[in-house]
């Protein structure tokens, strides 16, 4: 499900050991550019999330709400100490792999989206009481599920990888050092992502709760 995103998380690692990082953090320093491309990168989980509420058959004002929540939740963990000059340099080296991540997760996303959905719908039609709304909702819930499970497991493997590449030779370094980057990358973005989520979902979930409660 998750391959093409795993591309973009292996390229970040590419860059990593080629030298582009290490050139821009001996300009900005490496708290500074962690900020920045942290901020590049979950932004764009923000507006993936967004747009697949957007396409969900649910009231435009559970839409509104939920991406009203993504954003809060996202603005919240941007790093406000970010230079603008820093913030322009992640952009410039970084925005294209990030507008290939905000797309490759939209599509994963509907894709999973989807695919549930018809699950949970079978399900509901064997004495099941949900709502189609509510449907939806377990949907996109076990679509980032899905998401994040498959990631977790890729960062187990980049610990394995670390373990077995303790040493003191140059080419363990370096194989520790893409480990490190590999786990460090997946951790932080689907570690987002799904806290955004997550999120949203409580509250969409509770308003029709709330309405279900009125009728």
Do not use: Y
């Given at each position: ?114 695919k549930n959905f018809e699950e ?96």
């Amino acid at each position: 499900m998750a391959g093409a995103i795993g591309g973009i998380v292996g390229g970040l690692v590419s860059n990593v050991a080629g030298g582009l990082l290490s050139n821009l953090i001996s300009s900005f320093g490496s708290n500074m550019l962690g900020g920045a491309l942290g901020n590049l990168f979950t932004g764009a989980i923000g507006k993936a999330v967004n747009a697949v509420v957007d396409q969900l058959p649910l009231p435009n004002f559970l839409k509104d709400m939920a991406k009203g929540v993504v954003d809060q939740v996202i603005g919240g963990a941007q790093d406000k100490t970010v230079s603008p000059d820093c913030e322009c340099a992640a952009k410039e080296n970084f925005g294209d792999m990030a507008d290939s991540f905000e797309k490759d997760l939209t599509d994963t996303l509907m894709d999973g989206v989807m695919k549930n959905f018809e699950e949970e719908t079978k399900k509901d039609g064997k004495g099941g009481k949900r709502s189609e709304g509510e449907n939806w909702l377990v949907a996109l819930a076990k679509t980032m599920s899905d998401i994040q499970n498959e990631h977790l497991n890729k960062m187990l493997d980049a610990s394995d990888k670390m373990a077995d590449n303790v040493g003191e030779g140059q080419e363990e370094r370096e194989a520790f050092i893409d480990a490190q980057s590999e786990f460090q990358a997946r951790s932080k973005l689907f570690g987002m992502a799904s806290e955004a989520t997550s999120t949203a979902l409580k509250t969409i979930g509770d308003a029709m709760s709330s309405l279900a409660r009125k009728q």
